[in-house]
């Protein structure tokens, strides 16, 4: 099931009204949560229910022996951990990617070897609730948590179903508490709730895909040999698409959770008006990039030591945060670029320090638009097919070839829209929105709400996959 | 909580306005809601052919029998099958063939409309990718989904993306015309009708000498080598369905006037149709050996306006219980 379907409305519309009715207890509660979680996802696929089911419920008995073991024991439970979680997702998600590029190297030294076909189906979410899933393990080797005893509120904290699929990635810490005391949605909460659900829905429906979709597509397909101005015009049509693809999804989820008295974590803060790439990392995908830093990067040796180590551990983050997204080596190359330019970034520190200071904020605006402009060429390996793709479109954006460029109406459009995009991250770079949308009036409300409303109903056309929900 | 639902009904009350307003300006100019296809709506009529009270009539085809057949007088005329529409607008039929013969839950009879060209390398896939997203994709989520949007599209002119926002602007920047009068549509069972009196039947058959001119006055036909493969695959399809009780007709619907013409010129029936049918274990007929069928009205040579769908649908079902192939109630 998707947020943008409206199978969606009637079964959100059906859970709160089920939710909410007054003098059902905590406990029944959860298990409403629960029952309707799984029938989100099993509505998708519903085999794959029972491997979200398994993995959860290995995860909370392997936690639950950590728990109680002591010293080597302790490790070795943790291990037990890694390789069931890694070894699914290897298998669901890399499977194919491996074999291939083993077939591959044998191939370079004279050995034909001709592997069975998998096919193998990619369960949806599978990256984020196995990394969710994972931080609790390893939360609990650290004993910065105690293993959770409820089976149910183990699976709930996993498969709760606002963030079940494309995230956020929750970390245990900040959602058990809210299984221990009753929700309920507050003013306050419904407010958040609905306006986030709403904008994210019109992120999603207007925006992604009517709006820039058209033209990504367009510039990213097969067939397509693009001059240089739609070169660019399908990166940035791309870098509306993704942002507002998958940061609609995470909003929607905050919003849906929220309508339950549940708060998630923030997943972007403005990530187009970063002014650099760390802070950029601060702002896309807040929930990845923190769990990659403290379950990954630290981990590695973090910058503990020297600059030599600090450059390659992140170089390996990115890289293997690049890998997470998709089974492809383009993917790998856009997270190497990141960690290439945080590497860079770090080098610069000083000499951008004395720059800003300088230049205060027109330096600042500066610094934005050139990050902007990495991101955007770094968004083409992310959407590229192939290689090749990449290159091409890499060389049309920075060496045009001379003739008659020609953008159509379209691509106008995406870039105006993309202009405006960049403009309203820049404007609301600081900006709280939770606590920005609890101050505004019922009147002030019901206007941005009615206007949500009227671009969502008004913007029927395709309804795509949402992008993240292949990683 | 009063901030809230005073919120709601000001957010309600006004996009309900707006809204209500842009829908009366489309259907001022004339434009009346549609129910458009997809693959998820052909893919909850590929859900249905497992009926066990009565037997599965599955219509397979393009846009010939997508818009011709008559659900109620299917009904009517065939008390004890339930018909299912699984044509599809512009695509040969083969690919959904081959997908219900190797269901093996399937065991209805199958009227699967399709020429000598359907044959071809090109038309046996034709269908394939929708046979794909029903198996790979199609889910219960998107079923109810389908279902609800097919009553918004039935109820609103808002749910046509032609008069989406987008589609608004880019059409107001391109100083581009109105979107077209519609002037073919589905009912909720998936069943097509075309109004000629909307739609100008003088535009295909314009099209169709202008592809013939193109190719000089004769369209190249297929090398009957790289053709006969794919009639003999199909017997293992129709051999499959009627070994578990089922049966498949081929029917070639009629065509009239230039079109028939240039078919005969293009797949001339004793060189291709007939050595089929000589070898087929399909039961086969052809329209042009059914009177009522070979002179019924078809507007622009190929199909039945929408008055005519139940005339015509009682002469197919005459012809098919004429030859015994569909049971004729006592």
Redesign the interface.
């Given at each position: 099931?998707?947020f943008d379907?409206?199978?969606f409305v009637?079964f959100l519309l059906g859970l709160l009204g089920l939710y909410h009715v007054p003098g059902m207890s905590w406990q029944v509660r959860k298990w409403l949560l629960l029952l309707a979680s799984w029938i989100f996802y099993g509505?998708?696929?519903p085999p794959f229910l029972l491997l979200l089911v398994g993995s959860a419920t290995l995860d909370w008995w392997l936690a639950q022996r950590m728990d109680a073991a002591l010293g080597r024991a302790r490790r070795v439970w943790l291990w037990a951990s890694l390789i069931s979680n890694l070894g699914v997702l290897a298998f669901f998600k890399y499977g194919d990617f491996l074999r291939d590029n083993a077939q591959w190297l044998l191939a370079q030294i004279g050995i034909d070897w001709q592997p069975a076909e998998f096919d193998i189906?990619l369960p949806v979410g599978i990256s984020f609730y196995t990394f969710q899933s994972l931080s609790y393990c390893i939360d609990v080797y650290r004993r910065e948590v105690v293993a959770q005893r409820s089976w149910r509120d183990y699976q709930l904290f996993v498969g709760f179903f606002p963030q079940l699929v494309a995230g956020p990635i929750v970390r245990y810490h900040d959602f058990a508490p809210q299984l221990e005391t009753p929700r309920r949605a507050g003013?306050n909460a419904?407010?958040v709730g609905?306006s986030l659900l709403l904008l994210g829905l019109m992120e999603k429906i207007?925006l992604a895909d009517?709006?820039f979709a058209p033209v990504a597509d367009a510039v990213f397909a097969a067939a397509a040999k693009p001059d240089s101005a739609m070169a660019w015009a399908g990166a940035l049509a791309f870098s509306g698409q993704i942002f507002c693809d998958f940061a609609g999804y995470s909003t929607a989820a905050i919003g849906t959770a929220a309508l339950f008295g549940f708060w998630l974590p923030d997943n972007f803060r403005s990530p187009y008006a970063a002014t650099g790439f760390s802070d950029f990392w601060r702002r896309w995908h807040i929930s990845l990039s923190s769990w990659l830093r403290d379950y990954l990067y630290i981990p590695l040796g973090g910058n503990r030591g020297g600059r030599l180590f600090t450059l390659r551990n992140l170089l390996l983050t990115m890289l293997l945060g690049g890998l997470w997204h998709g089974a492809a080596w383009t993917f790998v190359a856009w997270g190497g670029f990141h960690g290439l330019m945080l590497a860079l970034e770090r080098l610069a520190q000083p000499l951008i320090t004395r720059i800003s200071a300088l230049l205060g904020g027109v330096g600042r605006l500066i610094g934005g638009l050139l990050t902007l402009l990495a991101v955007v060429l770094a968004w083409v390996w992310f959407r590229a097919t192939d290689f090749s793709q990449a290159a091409h479109l890499h060389q049309q954006m920075l060496w045009p070839e001379a003739g008659e460029l020609g953008l159509s109406?379209?691509a106008?459009?995406a870039i105006l829209v993309f202009a405006l995009l960049w403009l309203a991250h820049w404007l609301s770079r600081n900006l709280a929105l939770r606590q920005w949308l609890q101050a505004r009036?019922?009147?002030s409300?019901?206007?941005i709400?009615?206007l949500l409303?009227?671009?969502i109903?008004?913007?029927?056309?395709?309804s795509r996959a949402f992008i993240y929900f292949q990683f | 909580m009063r901030r809230v639902l005073t919120a709601a009904v000001i957010a309600l009350v006004l996009s309900s306005l707006v809204l209500s307003g842009v829908a009366k300006y489309w259907r001022g100019r004339g434009y009346a809601p549609v129910i458009m296809d997809s693959p998820d709506f052909w893919s909850i009529q590929r859900a249905n052919v497992y009926a066990r009270d009565k037997t599965p009539l599955v219509f397979l085809g393009a846009s010939r029998t997508l818009y011709a057949i008559d659900r109620d007088t299917v009904i009517s005329r065939l008390p004890g099958y339930t018909p299912v529409m699984l044509a599809r607008d512009g695509e040969y039929p083969l690919a959904t063939l081959r997908d219900l013969a190797e269901d093996e839950d399937f065991r209805g009879t199958v009227v699967c409309d399709l020429d000598a060209i359907a044959f071809s390398e090109p038309g046996l896939v034709m269908q394939q990718a929708q046979v794909d997203y029903f198996h790979q994709q199609f889910t219960p989520s998107r079923s109810l989904h389908r279902r609800l949007l097919s009553h918004w599209q039935r109820w609103s002119v808002l749910a046509r993306p032609d008069f989406s926002l987008t589609r608004s602007v880019l059409r107001s920047w391109k100083a581009e015309p109105e979107p077209f009068h519609p002037f073919q549509w589905l009912s909720l069972r998936r069943y097509g009708s075309i109004d000629f009196t909307v739609g100008d039947p003088e535009v295909p058959k314009q099209d169709l000498i202008r592809e013939v001119e193109s190719h000089n006055g004769h369209l190249p036909r297929f090398p009957f080598d790289e053709w006969w493969p794919q009639v003999e695959a199909s017997h293992a399809w129709v051999n499959a369905i009627q070994a578990r009780g089922g049966e498949v007709i081929f029917y070639a619907s009629p065509t009239s006037g230039f079109r028939r013409e240039v078919f005969e010129d293009w797949a001339p029936r004793a060189e291709y149709w007939d050595k089929m049918a000589a070898v087929s274990p399909a039961k086969v007929v052809n329209a042009l050996d059914v009177p009522a069928l070979r002179d019924f009205p078809l507007p622009d040579d190929s199909h039945v306006d929408f008055r005519q769908k139940p005339a015509y649908t009682h002469a197919l079902i005459d012809a098919l219980q004429a030859r015994g192939w569909l049971q004729t109630p006592h």
């Open positions: 099931m998707t379907s409206l199978t009637v509505a998708w696929n189906l003013a419904w407010v609905i207007l009517s709006v109406v379209e106008k459009l009036s019922a009147l409300l019901g206007l709400w009615s409303i009227i671009l109903v008004w913007s029927p056309g395709t | -």
